[in-house]
């Protein structure tokens, strides 16, 4: 009976799901809110406070504390712990760990009368995470640039990027030399949670490892040169890079206090995004996926590997094998959620009356919502950007003009800067705002494209325990996929919109070509 636990280390929250794949069920989840549950950490959404907003770090041990925290919630919950026969996870993207000599000593040691952040906090060679958020390294993107050349985005997938690990070692390496020099392993967010899962230093998976900025996608390995640029003697700190089907170790017997079995197989972590294109059921090429979550992304299985002519898209690897695309907005539901209580209103005038009061195309008020600085296009200074009546660029419009506004500037940006990954006839949505129907409709419209959803909204969560019984119990990736991700509904475009959106996204190119970076 493949019963699997899949874990997601996400920007906001901690999340668990135990699916059994002879049934097709999900048996149990759980979930840890940061800002809520871990409030003594003093990061609401996830981030710590810091008066550049080009700096964004979380602290690792609340990590920890979540893990042991979720754990406890599962069981607690009647979950089939002891049933349980295989572990994955993933975590988001790019943010680093660092650890010192003493880390392999306390992973293998792990005490389970005490706490994980207690036991953990001394392996820290640096108290806090650099995570997905931070732009700050734009100086260490350039030197990296500028001493690899276009190699770095035909080899690794992606030209040098604020948030990406490399750019962020670089800096820490250079601010820090000595925290450094103390450095003996980097973990990601993922193959760190994998590691602590098994109590020794767990290798990185090729999708999450793409985020890098190290890894040569073409031979699998991390790339001599670009490590050199980066920082001195860094591959010596890093895990081996290796596909996701890989079993990572088995779970120590730390976790036994949660009922689990020690000396289960831990199948490698991926990223959040990769796992996502499991859990959405999209691990080969011919579906789009849009994730609507603190970032919002657009993703695919790529058929072959391309780069994206303006830079601001990626290649990673797929999980499944091969590759995929991907696109980040910073500015997701972090923007939706700003716009809404700007307006003073709920969820259900944005996603219902805000549409209907309004037009397609808004009679040409456009807006480009950064509230923090923005990676997809590339603009470091926030600031919402209006075009429009005089009464919208001042901001006085009715709060249906700008909210449309917003959500219009989100859909079509990411139809323009998702050309060069293609166009699709059908776009998968996942995340919590994926339950948005104004939105979904909205998304259907601009690409002129069905949307299907799926019953599970946390898809990367769901990927993990989807990965867990096809790499450790054999079962297809493919039977995973209709069992768990099939589509509940499909949302058809309006094809009236179609001119008037196809007119919107032109206009949106152009006014993007003025504000970035
Ligand atoms: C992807 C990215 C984010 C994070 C957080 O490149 O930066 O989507 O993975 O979700």
């Known amino acids: 009976m493949p019963i699997t636990l899949g874990l997601d280390s996400s920007t906001q ?8 794949s002879d049934s097709g069920r999900i048996v149990a989840s759980a979930a840890v809110n940061f800002g809520k549950d871990l409030a003594g950490y003093g990061c609401p959404e996830g981030v710590l406070a810091h008066p550049d907003p080009l700096v964004k770090h979380s602290p690792p041990l609340m990590w920890l504390e979540a893990l042991d925290l979720v754990l406890s919630r599962l069981k607690a919950g009647g979950a089939p712990m002891g049933d ?3 572990i994955s996870g993933d975590g988001q993207q790019h943010g680093s760990v660092y650890l010192n000599a003493d880390s392999d000593r306390i992973l293998a040691g792990l005490d389970p ?15 806090t995470s650099p995570i997905w958020m931070d732009s700050s390294t734009s100086a260490e993107c350039r030197e990296i640039e500028e001493a ?3 190699r770095l985005q035909t080899d690794t997938g992606s030209p040098a990027i604020e948030r990406f690990t490399g750019p962020q070692i670089r800096k820490f390496f250079k601010t820090c030399p000595e925290e450094y020099a103390r450095t003996s392993r980097i973990h990601l967010v993922s193959s760190f949670m994998c590691s602590v899962l098994i109590g020794k230093h767990a290798a990185i998976d090729f999708g999450d490892g793409a985020g890098m900025n190290l890894l040569n996608l073409k031979t699998g390995d991390w790339d001599s040169e670009v490590l050199d640029a980066t920082a001195p003697g860094l591959r010596a700190k890093l895990p081996p890079a290796r596909p996701a089907t890989e079993i990572a170790g088995g779970l120590h017997a730390y976790f036994a206090k949660y009922g689990l079995k020690p000396g289960i197989p831990v199948v490698l972590w991926t990223g959040d995004n990769p796992s996502s294109l499991i859990g959405v059921g999209a691990s080969e090429p011919g579906v789009a996926v849009i994730s609507l979550g603190t970032s919002d992304t657009f993703f695919a299985a790529m058929p072959a590997m391309k780069t994206d002519p303006e830079g601001c898209g990626h290649v990673f690897g797929n999980p499944a094998g091969g590759c995929m695309s991907l696109i980040c907005f910073k500015n997701g539901s972090l923007a939706r959620e700003r716009v809404k209580d700007e307006c003073n209103v709920d969820w259900a005038y944005v996603e219902g009356a805000a549409l209907t009061e309004t037009p397609p195309g808004n009679h040409g008020n456009r807006a480009l919502s950064y509230y923090v600085p923005e990676i997809t296009p590339r603009v470091l200074t926030p600031g919402v950007r209006r075009q429009g009546t005089p009464d919208f660029c001042t901001g006085k419009a009715p709060s249906a003009v700008k909210i449309r506004a917003a959500l219009e500037g989100q859909v079509c940006s990411m139809r323009l800067l998702s ?35 799926i019953a599970v909204a946390d898809s990367a969560t769901l990927g993990g325990a989807m990965r867990a019984a096809h790499a450790a119990a054999g079962v297809p990736l493919k039977s995973l996929a209709a069992q768990f991700a099939a589509a509940t509904e499909t949302v058809r475009p309006d094809k009236g919109t179609a001119n008037t959106y196809a007119a919107c996204t032109e206009a949106y190119k152009s006014f993007i070509r003025e504000v970035r970076d």
């Open 148 to 150: 690899i050349g276009p």
């Open 419 to 453: 050309a060069w990954i293609g166009s699709f006839k059908t776009i998968r949505v996942t995340g919590g705002a994926s339950r948005n129907k104004g939105i979904v409709q909205l998304i259907a419209d601009v690409f002129q494209a069905e949307v299907q959803l």
């Open 13 to 20: 929250s901690m999340k668990a799901l135990v699916i059994d």
């Open 113 to 127: 009368a005490r706490t994980l952040p207690s036991q953990l906090s001394p392996a820290l060679s640096r108290s």
């Open 84 to 86: 349980i026969m295989a």
